[in-house]
């Protein structure tokens, strides 16, 4: 039946609550706690990782008084309150089990201890293995032939595995006299009384010497008298312990009943969607389906296929259609033409190629649910027209942008013989959606900024930006020319010919060889470091001639792989047109990225950077780059938000805000703020957005810790409100479970604090994502704006996005118009107490710009 004979037997209540201890406060986009889900999901995947079971059963209370209870009135009655975020998380738990297809147990009148003992038990009767999941140590009562434990021991992350003889090495007794032990030693969580004065030492030494209280009460003149006196006191309490303890191994269990269940994949993928448990979903699919796509157990035979197939005439002028890529999508890398699936909410599907899609699209559909949007508009070239677009992966990462992927293949995996993938879509977009209009202005978010950005982003991806080979040529010449100079001059200093991109290699130079100076050590501090800031440091020592040499080739080295070859290989891929891919559902703050190549992470500054830029021009013949940047919009979003009313005035008046600072901080006229004070008030300003610290700003000023922490001091001295900001933001949204944008764009708390090990640093997330966010939703609308302000004229195109700037190509005749609008547009974009600025250039490559 199985393929090997081991069973795990999971206690449900014992690890959720362990989970629930162990994993810090995480909750749904609907703010429901999810801590012990994840906890307790976690730690089942890992003990099924390491001893691959045939089949797994989870085993929880069941509500209502037990024969315990009914022997003893007083049990588990001090056991303290469950706490109120623990409650909703048990149903839960136990639907999203049941949905993924284990089976989950439970009987009246008796603990669940009792059932995995009795299962436990009757599976070894069969000729099985059981390994029992608990921290349970009543449990270890059933331990020997055929029966292990795998305890937590710290947290949900350390387990061991314990069988009798471990037990018994380390008890001095055998697991059967379990219950004699713990009737002298008591429980307090269960409120079982023991023997009053006995304690955990004394009860190991008499079980270990007499084995069972029979025997110990049988030999008390034995026993040291000050025990002695003890335990004749607490005979019948010890008596009476040990009955609720001792578990009952004969609660019935149909074994085949209790170790079978059938999966329900896509409800489980809707809840994991629901609950946010985006590594679960992608756990999800390897857990129940086998290497052949079948239901694991089943011997091959796949479930009844849910739905309806029909011609696709059939969905014809339907008001709303799932449609779902079922090749040929954005991670497929098939060659073939890509099909499509499509289906209707009373259960009708059917499949088509492309040109079908565009006929069913054009047939009267005014409502289409797509998996993946911007795939299909930019890969596929669909037309959606004047169809309303409701889209999948961007409706799941705005409810949870930190996630890994949005991609449809994890959200809407291929589930051979399933419910259809478009009936699922739309099961799915109702779940979505209800969780999207339970946040304010998220729904507006979707409507006028993300949707309507994806066609915009498709026009900027084709249109691109000419690369210039003969200067690309020239450039890559002497980037080669440089880098193998650098290498000889330093083989001759080193005698032989070093690997400069050997971090072991470069270490033995410059410390054994050369003899300089040692300090920082790599993470694992096995070696010394070789890292920039290192070579910084021996650079500016009087015979740091080869330290320098290294930082230059390391410059060098980036510039030649990270971009000219990229670039050119692109251009050359592209007809002469770099072409990069803007990605809007990526980021925890809603700012674009771009890849294949990047186009947003050109080097900024220096001589490389500029020749790289300077061989990077308009596509058409006669045109230039227009490019606005805005003007600090950070800081007037932190204005806006802290109503701090010097920031607010002095954006109102135009003046230099990092000069103002520096008068207010440092007591000064603005005439009198020297280039220096102005560079520190800019850091100051701008650090504090991301959470810089005392010590991070002397790190930066050069100076001591005293020194910028009293810089920091009369900074918010002279600006309480952005202090006060600061500290509620972040308050703020921890206590609503996300943090939010003007707009109203989330960022979930516990995604955002996954892989974060320091309070400061989710504090600086939450800080700086309602800024940072705000601000990639002002570049947003203006993008939109923009591409509407010039819809259908080929003469004028937005190519390029890099966070605070955007820039667009158009005829030379052309730019002052142009550059005038984009102003206007990018200026009327933001919903501020201040005014937006921008800076406007026009120019013939992006070096100019």
Same mark, same amino acid.
């Given at each position: 039946?199985?393929?090997?004979?081991?069973?795990?037997?999971?206690?449900?209540?014992?690890?959720?609550?362990?989970?629930?201890?162990?994993?810090?406060?995480?909750?749904?986009?609907?703010?429901?706690?999810?801590?012990?889900?994840?906890?307790?999901?976690?730690?089942?995947?890992?003990?099924?990782?390491?001893?691959?079971?045939?089949?797994?059963?989870?085993?929880?209370? =069941?509500?209502?008084?037990?024969?315990?209870?009914?022997?003893?009135?007083?049990?588990?009655?001090?056991?303290?309150?469950?706490?109120?975020?623990?409650?909703?998380?048990?149903?839960?738990?136990?639907?999203?089990?049941?949905?993924?297809?284990?089976?989950?147990?439970?009987?009246?009148?008796?603990?669940?201890?009792?059932?995995?003992?009795?299962?436990?038990?009757?599976?070894?009767?069969?000729?099985?293995?059981?390994?029992?999941?608990?921290?349970?140590?009543?449990?270890?009562?059933?331990?020997?032939?055929?029966?292990?434990?795998?305890?937590?021991?710290?947290?949900?992350?350390?387990?061991?595995?314990?069988?009798a003889a471990a037990f018994e090495r380390d008890h001095g007794f055998p697991p059967e006299s379990v219950p004699d032990y713990l009737a002298l030693l008591g429980d307090a969580a269960d409120n079982v009384p023991g023997v009053p004065g006995v304690g955990e030492k004394t009860a190991l030494q008499l079980i270990g010497q007499w084995r069972n209280l029979e025997r110990l009460f049988a030999s008390l003149d034995e026993v040291r008298p000050a025990v002695r006196k003890k335990l004749e006191a607490g005979r019948d309490s010890a008596f009476r312990s040990r009955e609720l303890i001792r578990l009952r191994l004969d609660v019935p269990v149909e074994l085949d009943v209790c170790l079978s269940a059938d999966p329900e994949p896509e409800r489980a993928l809707s809840l994991c969607a629901r609950l946010g448990l985006s590594k679960l979903a992608?756990?999800?699919?390897?857990?129940?389906?086998?290497?052949?796509?079948?239901?694991?157990?089943?011997?091959?035979?796949?479930?009844?296929?849910?739905?309806?197939?029909?011609?696709?005439?059939?969905?014809?002028?339907?008001?709303?259609?799932?449609?779902?890529?079922?090749?040929?999508?954005?991670?497929?890398?098939?060659?073939?033409?890509?099909?499509?699936?499509?289906?209707?909410?009373?259960?009708?599907? =059917?499949?088509?190629?492309?040109?079908?899609?565009?006929?069913?699209?054009?047939?009267?559909?005014?409502?289409?649910?797509?998996?993946?949007?911007?795939?299909?508009?930019?890969?596929?070239?669909?037309?959606?027209?004047?169809?309303?677009?409701?889209?999948?992966?961007?409706?799941?990462?705005?409810?949870?942008?930190?996630?890994?992927?949005?991609?449809?293949?994890?959200?809407?995996?291929?589930?051979?013989?399933?419910?259809?993938?478009?009936?699922?879509?739309?099961?799915?977009?109702?779940?979505?959606?209800?969780?999207?209009?339970?946040?304010?202005?998220?729904?507006?978010?979707?409507?006028?900024?993300?949707?309507?950005?994806?066609?915009?982003?498709?026009?900027?991806?084709?249109?691109?930006?000419?690369?210039?080979?003969?200067?690309?040529?020239?450039?890559?010449?002497?980037?080669?020319?440089?880098?193998?100079?650098?290498?000889?001059?330093?083989?001759?200093?080193?005698?032989?010919?070093?690997?400069?991109?050997?971090?072991?290699?470069?270490?033995?130079?410059?410390?054994?060889?050369?003899?300089?100076?040692?300090?920082?050590?790599?993470?694992?501090?096995?070696?010394?470091?070789?890292?920039?800031?290192?070579?910084?440091?021996?650079?500016?020592?009087?015979?740091?001639?080869?330290?320098?040499?290294?930082?230059?080739?390391?410059?060098?080295?980036?510039?030649?792989?990270?971009?000219?070859?990229?670039?050119?290989?692109?251009?050359?891929?592209?007809?002469?047109?770099?072409?990069?891919?803007?990605?809007?559902?990526?980021?925890?703050?809603?700012?674009?990225?771009?890849?294949?190549?990047?186009?947003?992470?050109?080097? =900024?500054?220096?001589?490389?950077?500029?020749?790289?830029?300077?061989?990077?021009?308009?596509?058409?013949?006669?045109?230039?780059?227009?490019?606005?940047?805005?003007?600090?919009?950070?800081?007037?979003?932190?204005?806006?938000?802290?109503?701090?009313?010097?920031?607010?005035?002095?954006?109102?008046?135009?003046?230099?805000?990092?000069?103002?600072?520096?008068?207010?901080?440092?007591?000064?006229?603005?005439?009198?703020?020297?280039?220096?004070?102005?560079?520190?008030?800019?850091?100051?300003?701008?650090?504090?957005?991301?959470?810089?610290?005392?010590?991070?700003?002397?790190?930066?000023?050069?100076?001591?810790?005293?020194?910028?922490?009293?810089?920091?001091?009369?900074?918010?001295?002279?600006?309480?409100?952005?202090?006060?900001?600061?500290?509620?933001?972040?308050?703020?949204?921890?206590?609503?479970?996300?943090?939010?944008?003007?707009?109203?764009?989330?960022?979930?708390?516990?995604?955002?604090?996954?892989?974060?090990?320091?309070?400061?640093?989710?504090?600086?997330?939450?800080?700086?994502?309602?800024?940072?966010?705000?601000?990639?939703?002002?570049?947003?609308?203006?993008?939109?704006?923009?591409?509407?302000?010039?819809?259908?004229?080929?003469?004028?195109?937005?190519?390029?996005?890099?966070?605070?700037?955007?820039?667009?190509?158009?005829? =030379?005749?052309?730019?002052?118009?142009?550059?005038?609008?984009?102003?206007?547009?990018?200026?009327?974009?933001?919903?501020?107490?201040?005014?937006?600025?921008?800076?406007?250039?026009?120019?013939?490559?992006?070096?100019?710009?």
């Open positions: 039946m199985e393929k090997t004979g081991k069973i795990l037997i999971v206690d449900g209540h014992g690890l959720a609550f362990r989970a629930f201890y162990a994993v810090p406060p995480l909750s749904a986009p609907d703010g429901t706690p999810t801590n012990a889900i994840t906890g307790f999901m976690n730690m089942l995947a890992r003990v099924e990782e390491d001893l691959s079971p045939g089949c797994c059963a989870v085993v929880f209370d =069941a509500p209502g008084p037990t024969f315990r209870h009914e022997a003893f009135p007083q049990y588990k009655e001090q056991r303290r309150p469950t706490p109120e975020e623990f409650k909703p998380q048990v149903p839960l738990l136990r639907e999203l089990l049941e949905r993924m297809g284990y089976p989950v147990l439970s009987v009246e009148g008796v603990e669940a201890d009792d059932v995995i003992a009795s299962l436990a038990l009757t599976a070894v009767g069969a000729g099985r293995r059981a390994v029992i999941l608990s921290s349970d140590k009543d449990l270890q009562q059933v331990l020997g032939e055929g029966v292990t434990m795998m305890r937590p021991m710290k947290g949900i992350t350390t387990l061991a595995e314990y069988d992608e756990r999800l699919k390897r857990k129940v389906w086998n290497a052949e796509g079948r239901r694991a157990g089943t011997e091959g035979e796949a479930p009844p296929v849910r739905g309806v197939p029909v011609p696709l005439e059939a969905l014809m002028g339907a008001e709303v259609v799932g449609v779902v890529l079922l090749d040929g999508g954005e991670e497929s890398g098939k060659e073939e033409e890509p099909r499509f699936q499509a289906a209707v909410s009373d259960g009708r599907f =059917a499949e088509g190629g492309l040109p079908d899609l565009e006929r069913l699209l054009a047939s009267g559909v005014r409502t289409a649910l797509t998996d993946d949007c911007k795939t299909l508009m930019g890969r596929f070239d669909v037309p959606f027209g004047t169809v309303r677009v409701w889209d999948l992966k961007t409706a799941h990462y705005l409810l949870h942008p930190d996630l890994a992927s949005h991609a449809p293949s994890t959200l809407l995996p291929l589930l051979p013989g399933e419910t259809p993938p478009a009936l699922r879509l739309l099961e799915m977009a109702r779940g979505l959606d209800a969780e999207i209009d339970r946040h304010e202005g998220l729904r507006t978010v979707m409507e006028e900024l993300d949707l309507p950005l994806i066609p915009v982003l498709v026009s900027m991806e084709r249109a691109g930006v000419r690369l210039d080979f003969e200067r690309f040529e020239s450039l890559r010449s002497e980037l080669e020319a440089r880098i193998a100079a650098i290498e000889g001059e330093i083989a001759e200093q080193a005698g032989e010919a070093v690997n400069l991109n050997s971090p072991k290699q470069v270490a033995e130079l410059l410390f054994e060889r050369l003899g300089l100076p040692s300090g920082a050590r790599t993470r694992g501090k096995t070696a010394f470091s070789t890292s920039a800031s290192v070579l910084e440091g021996l650079a500016a020592l009087p015979n740091g001639g080869v330290p320098r040499l290294i930082l230059e080739h390391r410059e060098l080295s980036k510039m030649l792989s990270g971009f000219v070859v990229p670039l050119r290989r692109s251009a050359e891929l592209g007809g002469g047109i770099v072409h990069t891919t803007f990605e809007a559902a990526f980021t925890g703050t809603g700012r674009l990225s771009s890849r294949d190549p990047n186009l947003q992470n050109l080097p =900024a500054f220096g001589h490389w950077a500029e020749r790289i830029k300077e061989g990077l021009i308009p596509v058409g013949e006669g045109n230039v780059f227009v490019a606005a940047d805005y003007s600090q919009v950070e800081l007037r979003v932190l204005a806006h938000f802290s109503q701090e009313p010097r920031l607010i005035e002095a954006f109102r008046r135009g003046v230099d805000i990092h000069r103002e600072t520096a008068s207010w901080v440092f007591g000064l006229e603005p005439d009198f703020v020297t280039p220096e004070l102005r560079r520190v008030a800019k850091m100051v300003n701008f650090g504090l957005l991301y959470g810089m610290s005392a010590f991070g700003l002397a790190e930066r000023l050069g100076v001591d810790r005293g020194e910028a922490a009293g810089i920091v001091r009369r900074y918010f001295d002279a600006l309480p409100g952005v202090g006060r900001y600061l500290e509620e933001s972040a308050a703020q949204a921890r206590a609503l479970g996300y943090a939010r944008t003007l707009d109203g764009r989330i960022r979930p708390v516990a995604e955002a604090a996954e892989g974060i090990r320091d309070r400061n640093g989710l504090n600086r997330i939450l800080v700086n994502t309602p800024i940072q966010g705000t601000a990639a939703d002002i570049a947003r609308r203006a993008m939109v704006e923009f591409a509407r302000r010039f819809a259908g004229d080929g003469a004028v195109r937005l190519f390029l996005q890099v966070h605070d700037s955007l820039v667009c190509e158009c005829p =030379a005749g052309r730019a002052e118009e142009v550059g005038a609008a984009l102003s206007e547009v990018m200026k009327g974009a933001g919903r501020l107490s201040v005014p937006l600025e921008t800076d406007l250039k026009v120019g013939r490559s992006l070096a100019e710009t």
